[in-house]
C-alpha cells in the first residue's frame, strides 16, 4: 500500500478536511520532504488546474497524483448530480467531466463525494439514484479512455442520504452497466456508519479503489480511537495494494497532521 496526503485548493473549503492548504507547489514540497508517495488534490474548477504545472511539480518533488477531488462542485459552485434542477444536474456533469478528463491526463482517477447530493425524501429517492446512476455511467465512461476509474466515496449521515454505508454502495454500483466505478472507503465516515469496519471491507474487497486513512475523530490517524490492526488485516486479505490517503484535519497544524499520517501508515503498512 502507497501514502497519500490532500492538498486544497479550495479557500470556500477552509476549515475542511485537507492537511495543506498553501498552495500546490507548497504542498507538493511538503508531501516529498515528508516522504508521501503521493498527493491528492482538491482543484476550484477544471479551468483552474494548470496541467502543465502540476506535472512538473510532481515530477520534480517524484510524486504521483492518488486522485483529483470533486468537492468544489458542491462547496464553491452548488452543483449537485442528483439536483431536481436539470440545468444544475448537466453543470454538474460537466464540472466533474472537466476534471475527470484533467486527472486522466496525469493518470489519476476523479472522485465522487459531497456532488452526489442528497435524496431529502424516501419518496424522491428512486429518481435521485436515477439521476446518479446515469452521471456515474458518464463521468467513468469518459475516464476509461484513459485507463482511470472513476471513484464513489459513501459519506456519512450529516454529509448524505444517498448511500452511507459501502455494502449499500457496492450493491448498487453492481447494478451499473459500467464496470469502471470503484469504492472510495474513508473510513471517518465508516467509523459513523458501520458495525464492523474491517467486516465491511472484506464484503466489499473487489470494489474498493481508494482509502482515505482518517481516524474517528476525523483528525489524522492515532489521534482518534479507530482500532487500526483489524483495518489493515482486511485490506491485506483482500489484496488491496492501493492509496492510503490523509484526507484529515489539519489540527493542530498542517505539518503536524502530515507527520501523524505518514508515521500511521508506515507503521502499518510495515508491520509484518
Not at 431529502?120 to 484513459?146: G, I, K, M, V
Not at 482515505?212 to 489524522?220: I, L, M, P, T
Request: charged fraction near 20%; proline fraction near 5%.
Amino acid at each position: 500500500m502507497k501514502s497519500a496526503v490532500t492538498i486544497s485548493l479550495v479557500p470556500e473549503a477552509k476549515g475542511g478536511p485537507f492537511v495543506f492548504w498553501n498552495g500546490l507547489a507548497a504542498g507538493c514540497e511538503q508531501a516529498s520532504r515528508l516522504g508521501f508517495d503521493a498527493v491528492e488534490i482538491f482543484p476550484a474548477s477544471p479551468e483552474s488546474l494548470n496541467i502543465k504545472e502540476l506535472r512538473s511539480l510532481l515530477d520534480q518533488h517524484r510524486l504521483q497524483l492518488a486522485g483529483v477531488g470533486t468537492g468544489a462542485g458542491w462547496v464553491k459552485h452548488k452543483l449537485r448530480l442528483t439536483d431536481p434542477d436539470p440545468a444544475i444536474r448537466q453543470r454538474a456533469r460537466e464540472f466533474a467531466g472537466g476534471l475527470v478528463a484533467a486527472a486522466g491526463e496525469l493518470g489519476a482517477p476523479t472522485i465522487v463525494g459531497s456532488m452526489q447530493g442528497r435524496c431529502e425524501t424516501e419518496l424522491n429517492r428512486p429518481q435521485a439514484l436515477d439521476w446518479l446512476a446515469q452521471a456515474l455511467e458518464e463521468l467513468s465512461a469518459q475516464a476509461a479512455p484513459f485507463h482511470q476509474v472513476l471513484l464513489y466515496e459513501p459519506l456519512n449521515r450529516y454529509e448524505t442520504d444517498v448511500f452511507t454505508r459501502q455494502g449499500a454502495a457496492a450493491a448498487f454500483l453492481r447494478s451499473l452497466q459500467s464496470k469502471n466505478v470503484r469504492l472510495l472507503c474513508d473510513l471517518f465516515h465508516m467509523s459513523l456508519e458501520e458495525r464492523s469496519i474491517s467486516d465491511t471491507l472484506l464484503e466489499v474487497d473487489s470494489l474498493i479503489g481508494h482509502i482515505h486513512w482518517a481516524d474517528s475523530n476525523r483528525q489524522a490517524m492515532g489521534f482518534g480511537h479507530t482500532e487500526l490492526a483489524p483495518i489493515v488485516a482486511a485490506l491485506r486479505k483482500s489484496g488491496y495494494s492501493g492509496y492510503l490517503s490523509a484526507e484529515v484535519l489539519p489540527l493542530p497544524d498542517s505539518l503536524t497532521a502530515a507527520q501523524q499520517s505518514i508515521d500511521s501508515i508506515r507503521r502499518w503498512t510495515t508491520l509484518s
